[in-house]
């Protein structure tokens, strides 16, 4: 695509295309990205300097070439590198030739359900890889892009009607664990202009109790989810210095779920501390298993996370029962939560 033409494009595509975009089985915020992608209203930096913004105009990703959604998306050696990864080199190179926004649409739509999601994702991941590049966290190597990237898109092609947003009477809650279970719950904490973060992370009875719950300032961290797996270590290893041998670990972090039950994180920059979780949990509990859950679910592992990450550098606490203002949230949970 030689550079996404917005004017003509906007007057050319068929009420068809949009029809086809909104039908496609992925989330809303995706289409909506294609959408703007069709417009040519990415806030690329050559679509910003044309809007009168002084700026460098090179690639956030590559920092070589203009950047405009053909080069980010399209041309970009490091997008060649991710498609690589997904093995969708060749439709990555057709889409690159196209010469406007209303054939890429068409090219898109045309394409087989598996490979129209997969490139749908590919795209909309790599942008908001690109943003968050901008805002200073680590660039992802190719194969931790691609392996969030393969998450989403299974899980999009595994649910063919995709769950309207639940309203208010339907948000998920935390849930007590079973009679003799304990549950974590951790979560991580992240400032991109600092570097810095935050773990917290929480263990709960039946009853819903606190049994253990610590925080920690993280003086680098590396991204928001190298919070989240530190997060997640640390409550391991508070279950493990318990003696506690039934233990289930709750994360609001698909990506971290996954990377416990395969070993696609093993050569990344966690990969040791994912080793190690997985270590622990084999040699020093009777049974252990990781859910994923919804941000509702894990406040009480948040607002510790916020107490670890507005901590003194190098700071470490540890509670038997929750502090001041986490405990508001922990009744909260016990009123309405249910095994």
Known sequence: ????????????????????????????????????????????????????????????????????????????????????????????????????????????????KRDQIYVCVTLYQWWRERNNVREGERRKSPAEVAFIIQVQAEEFLKNPELPVRASREGVERWKRPAEDVLKINSDGSFNPKTGAGGWGAVIRNSMGQVVKAGAGHIHHALDAFHTEVIAALEGVKMAEMAGMTNVVLETDAILLKYALVNNSFKLSSVGGLIHEIKAIADACFSSFSCCHCNRGCNQVAHAFADIGCNGPRGTIQYWESPPSGVDVLVASDCAVSTV
């Open 1 to 112: 695509m030689r550079g996404v033409q917005g004017t003509s494009a906007r007057s050319s595509l068929q009420k068809e295309h949009w029809a086809g975009i909104w039908a496609m089985n992925c989330p809303g915020k995706i289409k909506h990205f294609i959408w703007r992608l069709a417009h040519n209203s990415l806030a690329v930096r050559m679509n910003l300097e044309r809007r009168g913004l002084e700026l460098d105009t090179r690639c956030v990703m590559c920092n070589r070439l203009n950047e405009d959604s053909a080069h980010l998306l399209f041309k970009c050696k490091f997008a060649k590198h991710l498609c690589w990864e997904l093995g969708l080199e060749e439709k990555r190179q057709h889409l690159s030739e196209l010469q406007n926004a209303e054939e890429t649409i068409k090219v898109l739509l045309k394409m087989e």
